[in-house]
């Protein structure tokens, strides 16, 4: 009987300073945990978009609200009130509580839709396009295309096709500003590039002498390329010109395959981990031995 006190003593003592520890440890934790939470501040306020926008829209009072904004990393440009807000066209699309940056607006007074995202010193010139020449529809706002212009005639009475402008960005695709929610081309009559004063003119007199379409390209593939152009007579395989004087800087040159008879032969060979090169050259025409 004594034995069976003395462990029920013992279980009751084990048990109270399992709590008093638990709760002690809780304290402090607690006690740790107040000063973090009280770090946190509010800079201030933002405006952010009450619902999806899309590129060209002018921001209403209902398209947006205020909500405090957390902590010290505040991004340059946020707008913290209304008033700078509404009545702005956006120049970019924007996702449902997304903060509004100065960047992401346009001047006030400047209106909406499409005039917004033209650029100073740049045009916006529209064509009209078929599936084939629209790339089956993936030339969609946003994207960089090639304008390839084929005319009979320019050349000897060849006819010849040239990448007359590169690298131009897509404005619109028929009445829409923006991709599709999702992605799917679509087949569409007009195209709206930006171009550059001198870019419009050459489109324009383009599109009334031959036959325009136009080359995807990736965003990330900015450089222009050189080329001579193509004429019908390379499609029966016979040699094509070469660009006429060097490239200029920051262009880079579609360099045509070498030919395949050469004159010289490299061959690589190992041998015991060594590597030994044998040269073997053609020799010329004039000598070959005659034949008598």
């Known amino acids: 009987m004594a034995v069976r006190t003395r462990s029920l003593v013992l279980l009751f003592v084990a048990l109270a300073a399992g709590s008093a520890a638990a709760w002690i440890s809780l304290g402090y934790l607690r006690r740790q945990s107040q000063p973090l939470l009280g770090q946190t501040t509010v800079a201030g306020h933002a405006v952010v978009a009450a619902r999806d926008l899309s590129v060209g829209t002018v921001v209403g009072e209902n398209d947006v609200r205020e909500v405090a904004w957390p902590g010290n990393a505040v991004p340059p440009g946020l707008l913290s009130t209304k008033a700078e807000v509404v009545g702005r066209g956006l120049i970019t699309g924007m996702r449902l509580n997304e903060p509004f940056l100065e960047t992401k607006l346009a001047s006030r007074g400047t209106g909406g839709g499409m005039p917004i995202l033209i650029t100073e010193g740049m045009r916006a010139l529209s064509i009209r396009v078929d599936e084939v020449i629209g790339v089956a529809g993936f030339v969609v706002p946003g994207t960089r295309v090639d304008v390839l212009f084929t005319m009979a005639g320019a050349t000897a009475g060849e006819q010849v096709t040239k990448a007359i402008l590169q690298n131009i960005q897509t404005l619109a695709a028929g009445q829409s500003t923006q991709v599709d929610a999702d992605g799917r081309p679509q087949a569409v009559p007009v195209i709206t590039l ?66 395949p008879v050469a004159r010289e032969t490299i061959v690589e060979g190992f041998r015991g981990g060594e590597r030994t090169l044998y040269r073997f050259t053609r020799p010329k025409p004039s000598d070959q031995p005659e034949e008598k």
């Open 194 to 259: 930006l171009v550059t004063p001198e870019q419009a003119e050459t489109l324009a007199l383009a599109s009334t002498q031959g036959r325009i379409q136009m080359t995807l390209r990736n965003a990330l593939d900015t450089l222009p390329i050189r080329t001579a152009g193509a004429r019908a007579s390379t499609l029966f395989g016979l040699a094509r010109a070469a660009p006429s004087g060097p490239p200029s800087p920051g262009w880079r040159r579609a360099v045509a395959p070498s030919s």
